[in-house]
């Protein structure tokens, strides 16, 4: 062995990890010994170096597979039994596939909606610190009167921001030459401090522009796509709302939109103050929206701001007889008409999905039970309780892969048909789809199906005693 390759060092260090060093250099000195034998009788390959580096790899693998755990060498064949379980009755297999197919797709379709509608957060920078103050009489929603308003936005300390907001849904609009009904928001430049939003091109309009007549607007990123082609010429160009012209001073960036119970976004917002004294129109009654100061806390500063209107419910208590404060999360207040029946809808399709499996257990129960003979030969062959249970397990996780594709197809076509059938628009009916969430979740769904629907034939069969099978095999 004069002229013998050297073994590689990496090779031989993790055959000595995989076994142990003697049994390492063991089977190196023999694969050299066989190098040099295949020499001795004219067999020599004519690359020795490599000829030995495949023979080593060869013994890496043959080391890999007795470390690998039992379950793990004998998953391939596993899944081999199971997929040919399969065949043997494709009728039995294509229905379970159809009926967990049919229950998750719908499953999917809802959380889909129930997602974009009720889950998601707010699309804003801390949504969830965004509120709505307002007030309640017993005969339903009273909103502030102008000063209230007035009295926390001069003196409670702990808003990071107030802005009345109202939004009409079909006003007259005029831009580019087309005249179309649009929804419009009217506020005060403290909307843009509450939702925390920059102009994606030009400005927002500033305090100032809410005490004068400056007659300006800013347009949302569609709108912007839609009547002015993306032309950045559009900052002071004039749209028209109602009988009023307003100069264009931003454009809001891609995705900002003001949220909307009733579905219409608004396209331009312009400004709007509320007078400081008590007087009947649009603004006569306010529910205006606030950011809560940092470490404040809805309790607290619902106690600030009753401290602050303390002065004014004494000084008028026949308005303030029977109204109380109420202050809620925005994104709470936006979905208290949906979320109880999106939650209820998606609780009632996660049980049809449940009767599903249960179902298709029943159906993978009768399969078990009708291929005992073969499972009595595979134990009398010695195959395990384990490996018995595990080839049901497989299959009926092969069969939830399989309803899971077919339930993605049936759900692509369901996204659509679910938000056309929506009696009304939420707030995010627009962004309902298959995303990531959407389809991790549907996963998530397939891999419980599988094993809802295989756990239970599968510990059947691993508990039934191997004498019991062979009996019932005979019989």
């Known amino acids: 062995m004069r002229d013998a390759p050297r073994p590689p060092r990496v090779l031989a260090w993790l055959l000595g990890r995989l076994t142990s060093r003697d049994a390492s250099d063991a089977t190196i000195g023999d694969i050299l010994e066989g190098l040099e034998e295949r020499r001795a009788h004219d ?71 129930v997602d974009a509608t009720v889950l998601r957060p707010l699309p804003f920078e801390e949504g969830d610190r965004i509120v709505t103050i307002t007030g309640r009489r017993p005969t339903g929603v009273d909103g502030l009167s102008p000063e209230a308003f007035w009295a926390i936005h001069d003196h409670v300390k702990g808003l990071d921001g107030i802005a009345p907001v109202i939004q009409w849904t079909n006003a007259d609009i005029v831009a580019g030459g087309i005249n179309e009904n649009l929804a419009v928001l009217e506020a005060t430049a403290g909307v843009f401090r509450v939702l925390r939003l920059n102009a994606h091109i030009g400005s927002v309009w500033t305090n100032d522009d809410d005490t004068s007549d400056a007659r300006v607007a800013v347009i949302t990123h569609p709108f912007w796509h839609r009547r002015f082609g993306g032309d950045p ?48 129109g649009a603004f006569n009654r306010l529910s205006p929206l606030g950011r809560l100061g940092p470490g404040v806390t809805i309790e607290q500063l619902t106690a600030e701001i009753e401290a602050t209107l303390a002065p004014l419910a004494a000084a008028n208590p026949t308005a303030y007889a029977d109204w109380r404060l109420e202050i809620r999360r925005f994104d709470e207040a936006l979905r208290e008409g949906v979320r109880p029946w999106m939650l209820l809808a998606l609780g009632s399709v996660f049980l049809v999905l449940l009767i599903a499996c249960t179902n298709a257990a029943n159906l993978m129960l009768t399969r078990s039970w009708e291929r005992s003979r073969e499972l009595a030969v595979r134990a009398s062959l010695g195959a395990s309780r384990r490996q018995l249970g595990a080839t049901l397990l497989t299959e009926s996780l092969a069969l939830s892969a399989a309803a899971s594709l077919l339930a993605m197809l049936f759900a692509l076509w369901g996204t659509e048909a679910a938000k056309a059938a929506l009696p009304v628009r939420p707030f995010g009916w627009d962004v309902i789809s ?34 019991t099978l062979l009996k019932d095999g005979g019989a």
């Open 434 to 467: 298959l995303d990531a969430r959407v389809m991790t979740a549907g996963i998530i769904a397939a891999i419980l199906t599988g094993l809802v629907c295989g756990i239970v034939p599968g510990w059947q069969a691993a508990r039934v005693s191997v004498l």
């Open 43 to 113: 067999r020599a390959s004519r690359w020795p170096a490599l000829w030995l580096r495949a023979q080593i790899a060869l013994a890496i693998w043959s080391a890999l597979r007795i470390a690998m755990p039992r379950f793990v060498r004998t998953c391939g064949h596993t899944v081999r039994e199971a997929l040919r379980g399969m065949r043997r009755r494709p009728s039995q297999a294509l229905f379970i596939v159809v009926v967990l197919a049919v229950g998750m797709s719908a499953a999917t379709v809802t959380f889909s909606v």
């Open 233 to 280: 010429a559009v900052l002071g160009q004039t749209v028209r709302v109602g009988k009023a012209d307003y100069r264009i001073i931003g454009v809001l960036g891609p995705g900002v939109k003001f949220p909307s119970s009733h579905g219409s976004d608004a396209e331009i917002w312009i400004p709007r103050l509320p007078a400081r004294a008590t007087s009947r």
